[in-house]
């Protein structure tokens, strides 16, 4: 299998950390390559019309995306190592949902302050952003229980959304108040899954 | 169950159709809000940091979001009526993903048009948006095969973004060129879980 990443898109990340994870990693192919939502990456756009990664190109040639149907896929052939089943699966999908959602907000934020140019910049719209980021802070805080045993994909998911932060919003300072998130950052990001993916 | 949701969102109308065809519609009690990306409305707030709709919440009060973890959460409980089972399963649910992806672009877009101030537009931005929507008709147009049997969610969220081009980007002409997904959006917009939904 062939994986379309970036070294900065936390969305890939999570597919690698995932693959990591689940003991596929060395079954998948990753080729590096440079995507925007104002340009299109030929390479990419022949397997995926969206031209965003994480793209997975199976053997026969399928592609799958986004990373949600990707780390579903993996969970199957790791049979059923990344997303648990009957009860604790719907607060395991819907935390890597809050952590994709995180996602989306900040990278919204970062194309307003780093892609689009200075005078077409547009404060409210960074404001709403970076409050949802906020809001989904406070709420892994205070009721997000990383999981007993091996990592999950709600664990994960959050993992390396906290990362993105540190990566690209340290200014926020999301530490700050959340002690709970703190202590489950710091395990985690010891973990080899995540040293061997850090962002660059 | 909960579902808040508004007449405008196609993520919200693709659970609203896939609960009607799974027979669960009548079990949803649907709670119009309006959101937007620069205003907090504090009761979507209170269950989902990212104050997006679809958020369904169960009757123990736990809420679930995005739109695909509670597509997956009514597929669990009408028994896998909704995402097919073994090999097709990739493909319907790839499908969702670039049915999604071009509704992502599609919002963005109306975002940078409807919502932002003009002096602070960038025609870039939208362009780009609007290439990965016409890419993703490519790819259905050359690409897509309607299930054989009852709507899987495939279908209903490529069903759904088609329709809401129509409803907010009719000047795309999405027509154009593409018989085969025209005859699709003909026959499938006829379905009462369409018609029961209509945008407004």
Redesign the interface.
């Known amino acids: 299998m062939k994986l379309f990443s970036s070294g900065a898109s936390p969305y890939a990340r999570k597919v690698a950390v995932a693959a990591h994870e689940a003991g596929l990693i060395d079954r998948i192919e990753i080729v590096s390559v440079s995507v925007?939502?104002?340009?299109?990456n030929a390479e990419v756009?022949a397997t995926n019309?969206?031209?965003?990664v994480p793209t997975l190109v199976l053997d026969d040639g399928?592609?799958?995306?986004?990373s949600?149907?990707i780390v579903?896929?993996l969970d199957?052939l790791a049979g059923g190592r990344l997303i648990p089943a009957s009860d604790a699966?719907?607060?395991s999908?819907?935390d890597?949902?809050?952590a994709?959602?995180?996602l989306?907000?900040a990278l919204?934020a970062r194309y307003e302050r780093a892609l689009?140019?200075e005078p077409?910049?547009?404060a409210?719209?960074d404001?709403?952003?970076i409050?949802?980021i906020r809001?989904?802070l406070?709420?892994f805080e205070a009721g997000f229980a990383p999981s007993a045993g091996a990592p999950q994909i709600g664990d994960i998911a959050i993992a390396c959304a906290l990362s993105y932060l540190d990566f690209r919003f340290a200014d926020l300072g999301w530490r700050d108040g959340r002690p709970k998130l703190t202590a489950f950052a710091e395990a985690f990001n010891a973990r080899p899954s995540m040293q061997a993916t850090q962002p660059a």
Chains 1, 2 share one sequence.
């Open positions: 925007t939502p104002v340009s299109v756009a019309p969206l031209t965003k399928t592609a799958l995306y986004d949600r149907v579903e896929y199957h699966r719907w607060g999908l819907r890597q949902a809050a994709d959602g995180l989306d907000a919204l689009r140019p077409l910049r547009w409210e719209w404001d709403g952003q409050g949802k809001r989904a406070d709420v």
